[in-house]
Structure formats: structure tokens, C-alpha cells
């Protein structure tokens, strides 16, 4: 059993930055997705095992960045320029199955709790 807990969130102003955090309980090929309001699961970063990869949704490309530190077990999102429609709780996840890169919420075995990411004007 796979153990997720994320860390970071809250509030920032559109332009702003956040850093999200998420521990997991072993090395592995995680992922951030985030979910709005009324909206669908979307896919938003991914990295490899070894960090040595990465991959982003159009969305976020440019503005958010993944890294992680393996010390630690722990992956990070870190978000600039911030914009209303970042809005959003975000999601870490771990897949077990090391598809890279994928976006889909299927090739994600765990989940963390979530955390709220709300962005102001």
C-alpha cells in the first residue's frame, strides 16, 4: 500500500506562485492532476522515478514546473504566474506501472487527499 500525503496550497493572487508538496511512501513515476468545481480530473504534470523526465499539460506549460527530491521521497509542483483558472483542489499520484509519460488518470494507482489551490484577482 502505497502512502500520499501533500502538503502546501492555499491562497495566492493571480500572478502569484504556490508550491505544493507531496510525500509518498517509496519511489515512484508520480503525477499531479487537479480538479474544479464541477469539472473533471485533469492531468497537469508527471515525472519519472529518477527525475530525469518530465511532462506537462498545455495548460500549465511554461508556468508550472515538477521536480522531486528522492532523499526525501517528495514531489513538488511549483506554480508561477498564476492565473484565475488554476483554481482548482490538486491531486498527487503514484503509478505503480511506470507508463511514461502519461496523462491519464487510469495509469494512476494511488491518490493523495487533496489540497485547495485558490487563486484571487
Known amino acids: 500500500q502505497v502512502q500520499l500525503v ?19 511512501s517509496g519511489r515512484y513515476l508520480m503525477g499531479w492532476f ?6 473533471e480530473r485533469d492531468f497537469v504534470a508527471t515525472i519519472t522515478e529518477s527525475g530525469m523526465s518530465t511532462d506537462y499539460s498545455d495548460t500549465v506549460k511554461g508556468r508550472f514546473t515538477i521536480s522531486r527530491d528522492n532523499a526525501k521521497n517528495t514531489v513538488y509542483l511549483q506554480m508561477n504566474s498564476l492565473k484565475l ?14 507508463f511514461f509519460p502519461s496523462q491519464s488518470l487510469n495509469d494512476y494507482d494511488y491518490w493523495g487527499q487533496g489540497t485547495q489551490v485558490t487563486v484571487s484577482s
Not at 501533500?6 to 509518498?24: D, I, K, N, V, Y
Not at 487537479?34 to 469539472?39: C, T
Not at 483558472?85 to 511506470?98: F, K
Open 34 to 39: 487537479r480538479q474544479a468545481p464541477g469539472k
Open 85 to 98: 483558472e488554476d483554481t482548482a483542489v490538486y491531486y498527487c499520484a503514484v503509478s505503480t506501472r511506470s
Open 6 to 24: 501533500e502538503f502546501g496550497g492555499g491562497l495566492a493572487q493571480a500572478g502569484g506562485s504556490l508550491r505544493l508538496a507531496c510525500a509518498a
